[in-house]
């Protein structure tokens, strides 16, 4: 199982949106409504942030969303701030009962 | 609150095994997968596996068949996660995670355990 293609860097200014893709196959992405999205600061655990493709788990900030097309799926993060620089992972369900993650992408508050 | 706290960091030589354990709170134990998952220094994270607390059934990833063992007592609501015949590319933070159900989200992560294999 192949890990799920990332962008590996991204950045914006405070105030803008960026879209982080998360590209995956057939037997993955696509064919599973199962996409997940981690937010991981230097040092710290990883915190769930998209579950199901678009749902967020309480407490996250609705400045966060996700979807899904085809084999694709992407996180945006409306109105960047600074506490949004961090790295973030993706994850999919994927055929066999299985699951994988994505290769990660650095987000860089300018 | 549901949480999960791992054993302590561990030093190991290659060709050695090493046994990580997820003693769980806060939650019933058994309602929920545990997954186990790495990140070795400066990489991405890498999904290793499940375990069914209620059944005891697993499923392991393609990279660790034959290699890693995942068992459970419910008695003591714990986790623990074996791999065998390691080498340096399995120096890495090792976390147990909650799946949340359903969904392979992972809503509760264990603090992590260092595991650096050195000779």
């Known amino acids: 199982q192949s890990a799920l293609t990332q962008p590996a860097s991204m950045s914006g200014s405070p105030g803008q949106s960026i879209t982080i893709s998360c590209s995956g196959t057939s037997s993955d992405i696509g064919r599973y409504n199962y996409v997940s999205w981690y937010q991981q600061h230097p040092g710290k655990v990883p915190k769930l942030m998209i579950y199901?493709?678009?749902d967020r788990p309480s407490g996250v900030s609705n400045r966060f969303s996700g979807s899904k097309s085809g084999n694709t799926a992407s996180l945006t993060i409306s109105g960047l701030q600074p506490e949004d620089e961090a790295d973030y992972y993706c994850s999919s369900y994927a055929s066999g009962n299985t699951l994988v993650f994505g290769t990660g992408t650095k987000v860089t508050v300018l | 609150q549901a949480q999960l706290v791992q054993s302590g960091a561990d030093v190991k030589k290659p060709g050695a095994s090493v046994r990580v354990s997820c003693n769980s709170s806060g939650y019933y134990f058994t309602g929920y997968y545990i997954h186990w998952v790495r990140q070795a220094p400066g990489q991405g994270v890498e999904w290793m596996g499940w375990m069914n607390p209620n059944s005891a059934a697993t499923k392991y990833g393609q990279n660790f068949q034959g290699r890693v063992t995942m068992t459970g007592d419910t008695s003591i609501s714990a986790a623990y996660m074996e791999l065998s015949r390691l080498t340096s590319d399995d120096t890495a933070i090792y976390y147990c995670?909650?799946?949340?159900?359903?969904?392979?989200?992972?809503?509760?992560w264990g603090q992590g355990t260092l595991v650096t294999v050195s000779s």
């Open positions: 995670v909650r799946d949340r159900g359903g969904s392979k989200a992972f809503d509760i």
């Open positions: 199901d493709v678009s």
